[in-house]
């Protein structure tokens, strides 16, 4: 949540902060602001004409830059807002009184509140409402008694309590970053010459591909040739960076007018990059050589639970289906947000599994760490390499399917779907409990898979018809029974999370327990009813909607004429055995949410509130 950037170095960071902000403001887009000090030292007056603001997205701010605007440093920084509304007062960079000391900072200062008070009293002056400016104060306050600025940083680091991921550039000396981090991600980008900051390295991966993350607790300077890192004592650390594998290319739009629908595209390569070198044709056969170091705990492991949020649980609840009917594990899937918060009991024998595209989201990773300390073994899906999650796993399998950059989660969910899937096979073989047989026929209708995920991406504009008849309903049902149980869910939040309409996903045998008293002729239902173990019910269901004059999108195997008899549109996908129908089954709701989001003129990529990477609870 909110973006941060910085550059040090020889080139004008302008430009730079903008294009590193843009890349950034899936993360937060409610305002933005940039702080580029002039490579001598000025006056406070001066320093304030530095800093430059704008309420909405980055190219208001981009807008309002002249051309005279340089500098060799700077940070900047997209706001989702936590403490204060969106305005340019409460939007990053913030300042201390002096105009000395300028900071973005992503997280949440909780301790904000009495601090704030005890710097009032000591005759500082607050201009906005957030948490933030509160470190700036501080950092002040502490260059009172203390005359280096990083011992001043330092002693204010050991004061706030909460969460950081913190850029700060002393104008009294702008040649260098300090930058900090406690449970919000920051990377260093390391260059020939130059370096940067950034909350998410898609950021810097257009400048270098060399970072080093910071761990929690750990702070750093940066210079144009050099760069530092310390723990909170003050002790030196040393650490080369690590090579990231994105390219500039997956980072951009490829002629497509949203990522979300460039990423849905993908769809049948992000099948094929999952599973590659896991996958082997010849033998039909999986490995998942990550999972050596824990092999031996996961032939005995007794449950299993997962815990991810949003998009991510939704697939992790497929999970909960596959493992227990393929791999013959009890396993409970849940919402990180309340399992740590619900004194769980994790007992001896237990897998962990944490499901996340970023790697950061704060409930995910709380509950691993909680997890963890009751002595769980913590296998994680993670996309973000080098992410918190992944670094705080005992094995992690990565999605190896590049940035996802559209806020609403599509493909990363056909990956997790697809990995899930792959270490069910590789567990249920573990534990002794599968066949050869049985898993060859998993592995080669996984091999079948791209081409049919291609055959739903070509007949897009059946799907974008379908919805644009769709498009004046403002509340829908969404039903599914076992495998399609999770993906009703999923087409529901995507629906809801991008064109702001009341979607509710539902088991179907539950929807004469309440919610069919909703059904009238405005209230639409899509039913997920391919040909499954549950057909027979789903059309029983589907009747009973249609009995009380509901308008029934149907999402069927092709060529099924009963159902389209029975619903008012079909949208035809193809066969599938039974545990591979969710990712055959989201790709069409994927669509349909993007057509119905884009045709009512959303920028469907930045949704309202929300933010890629949700780093506070
Ligand atoms: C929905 C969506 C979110 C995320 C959730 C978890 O489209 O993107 O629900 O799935 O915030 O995020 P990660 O996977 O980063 O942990």
Redesign the pocket.
């Known amino acids: 949540m909110c973006g941060i950037f910085g550059y040090v170095g020889s080139k004008e960071a302008p430009k730079i902060l903008i294009e590193g902000l843009k890349a950034l403001e899936y993360r937060g887009y409610d305002s933005a602001g940039i702080y580029v000090p002039l490579n001598n030292q000025q006056q406070s007056t001066q320093q304030q004409n530095r800093c430059i603001k704008a309420v909405g997205q980055v190219k208001n701010l981009e807008a309002k830059i002249p051309a005279d605007f340089k500098g060799n440093i700077g940070l900047a920084h997209t706001r989702w807002a936590t403490h204060g509304v969106p305005s340019e007062v409460n939007s990053h960079p913030h300042s201390d009184c002096s105009g000395r000391v300028w900071l973005a900072h992503n997280g949440i200062v909780e301790n904000y509140s009495e601090l704030k008070q005890e710097l009032i009293a000591k005759g500082h002056t607050f201009k906005s409402a957030t948490d933030t400016e509160v470190v700036a104060h501080l950092i002040e306050e502490n260059l009172k008694t203390i005359a280096d600025f990083s011992s001043a940083l330092k002693a204010t680091l050991n004061t706030i309590t909460g969460t950081y991921g913190l850029v700060i550039i002393d104008a009294n000396d702008p040649t260098k970053l300090y930058i900090a981090r406690k449970g919000s991600p920051i990377v260093l980008g390391i260059g020939e010459g130059e370096n940067f900051v950034a909350s998410d390295p898609s950021a810097i991966v257009p400048h270098t591909k060399k970072v080093i993350y910071l761990n929690d607790g750990e702070w750093a300077i940066l210079q144009a040739g050099s760069y530092q890192l310390f723990d909170l004592a003050g002790g030196e650390l040393k650490r080369e960076p690590q090579i990231i594998e994105w390219s500039v290319e997956e980072t951009k739009k490829g002629g497509f007018d949203h990522f979300m629908l460039k990423e849905i595209m993908e769809g049948g390569k992000v099948i094929k990059n999952t599973l590659a070198g896991r996958l082997d044709e010849n033998t039909l056969s999986i490995k998942l050589p990550e999972l050596l170091g824990v092999e031996e705990k996961l032939k005995n492991i007794k449950r299993i639970i997962i815990t ?5 649980l939704y697939a992790g609840w497929v999970g909960e289906y596959l493992l227990e009917e393929y791999a013959k594990i009890p396993v409970e899937c849940e919402y990180a947000s309340e399992f740590r918060y619900r004194s769980p009991i994790v007992e001896p024998g237990t897998l962990v599994m944490s499901i ?3 790697g ?2 704060a409930d ?1 990773l709380a509950a691993l760490r909680e997890a963890k300390r009751q002595g769980a073994v913590i296998v994680s899906i993670v996309n973000t390499v080098g992410s918190t999650i992944a670094r705080e796993s005992d094995a992690v399998i990565y999605n190896q399917i590049g940035p996802e950059i559209g ?3 599509t493909k ?1 969910f056909m990956s997790q779907v697809a990995l899930l899937t792959a270490f069910t096979v590789r567990l249920a073989e573990l534990r002794g409990v599968t066949t050869t047989e049985a898993d060859k026929k998993v592995v080669q209708e996984i091999l079948d898979l791209p081409a049919k995920i291609e055959s739903i991406l070509d007949s897009r504009e059946a799907i974008k018809d379908v919805a644009t008849k769709y498009a004046k309903y403002n509340d829908f049902l969404f039903m599914g029974r076992k495998y399609t149980f999770p993906i009703a869910f999923e087409g529901a ?2 629906l809801k ?1 991008i064109s702001y309409v009341h979607a509710e996903g539902y088991g179907a045998g539950e929807m004469k327990h309440g919610p069919i008293a909703m059904i009238d002729e405005n209230f639409p239902t899509v039913a997920l009813c391919p040909a499954d173990s549950v057909y027979e019910k789903m059309i029983s269901n589907v009747q009973e909607i249609k009995a009380r004059s509901g308008r029934v999108l149907a999402i069927a195997t092709v060529g099924d004429q009963t159902v389209s008899k029975m619903a008012d549109e079909t949208i035809f996908v193809p066969e599938v055995m039974e545990m591979l129908l969710p990712i055959i089954c989201v790709v069409p709701l994927q669509l349909f949410a993007y057509y119905i989001g884009t045709g009512k003129g959303y920028d469907v990529d930045k949704p309202r509130n929300l933010a890629k ?2 780093t506070v609870e």
């Open positions: 991810s949020c949003g998009t991510a996340t595209q970023s950061e989201t995910t806020v609403a989660s990363a939040l995507k999370e990477s949700v």
